[in-house]
């Protein structure tokens, strides 16, 4: 069963609310890079100062910052024996820095998993999660240029590692427990009951 877990997917697309589901699932934690930003801004922390002019526009922040967040994440005892990362990688440069974290402990990643959706119902969604909860990422022409950003930046990676034989596609569209089973299916976890 694949335990290093990489998942993929647009802006709406459902990927903060699945990747909780199956981390829960499979016992690993799942490491939100945007979550971790939020928090720091949140907080007002020097890292949240840093990174807020980038998430606010949503443009990417600066690869320097983001690689060092995460490879000190993954060196936390919970991320041991797998993970389930969500947002992270976000473009190729990321796809070689996660490589190297990985390999520095002897690891490989076991699988990418893409969730698809259709660009008009995913930014649907987000202008609805922006009036739920209001976060300042979600207007409408923010909401746009992240997805162009996902488009030129993000996308590509999952050729990189369908290249691998590394990549499983699954169709973000639906029931949220229906998507969570197909992912769970892509995964080879046992599914539920
Ligand atoms: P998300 O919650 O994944 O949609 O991320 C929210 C925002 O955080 C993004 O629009 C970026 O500004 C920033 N961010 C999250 N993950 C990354 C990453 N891997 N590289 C660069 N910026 C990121």
């Given amino acids: 069963m694949s335990t290093r877990l990489v998942l993929l997917g647009p802006p709406g697309a459902g990927k903060g609310t699945q990747a909780v589901r199956i981390a829960e699932r499979l016992g690993i934690?799942?490491?939100?890079?945007?979550?971790?930003?939020?928090?720091?801004?949140?907080?007002?922390?020097?890292?949240?100062?840093?990174?807020?002019?980038?998430?606010s526009r949503g443009a990417l922040v600066p690869d320097s910052v983001t690689n060092e967040m995460v490879r000190d994440r993954l060196a936390q005892d919970d991320a041991a024996?797998?993970?389930?990362?969500?947002?992270?990688?976000?473009?190729?440069?990321?796809?070689?820095?996660?490589?190297?974290?990985?390999?520095?402990?002897?690891?490989?990643?076991?699988?990418?998993?893409?969730?698809?959706?259709?660009?008009?119902v995913v930014v649907a969604r987000l202008l609805k999660r922006a009036e739920i909860?209001?976060?300042?990422?979600?207007?409408?022409?923010?909401?746009?240029?992240?997805?162009?950003?996902?488009?030129?930046?993000?996308?590509?990676?999952?050729h990189v590692y369908a290249d691998r034989g590394l990549l499983a596609q699954v169709d973000g569209i639906g029931d949220v427990d229906a998507v969570t089973e197909r992912l769970v299916a892509a995964i080879g976890a046992p599914s539920a009951g």
């Fill in 133 to 158: 909860e209001g976060r300042e990422d979600d207007t409408e022409d923010v909401v746009r240029h992240r997805l162009d950003v996902y488009a030129q930046e993000t996308a590509p990676i999952a």
């Fill in 29 to 55: 934690p799942a490491i939100s890079t945007g979550d971790i930003f939020r928090a720091n801004i949140k907080g007002g922390t020097p890292l949240g100062k840093t990174v807020q002019e980038y998430t």
């Fill in 81 to 120: 024996d797998g993970f389930l990362l969500d947002g992270y990688p976000r473009n190729v440069a990321q796809v070689g820095e996660l490589d190297a974290i990985l390999a520095d402990a002897g690891l490989s990643l076991d699988l990418a998993i893409e969730i698809t959706a259709d660009p008009d």
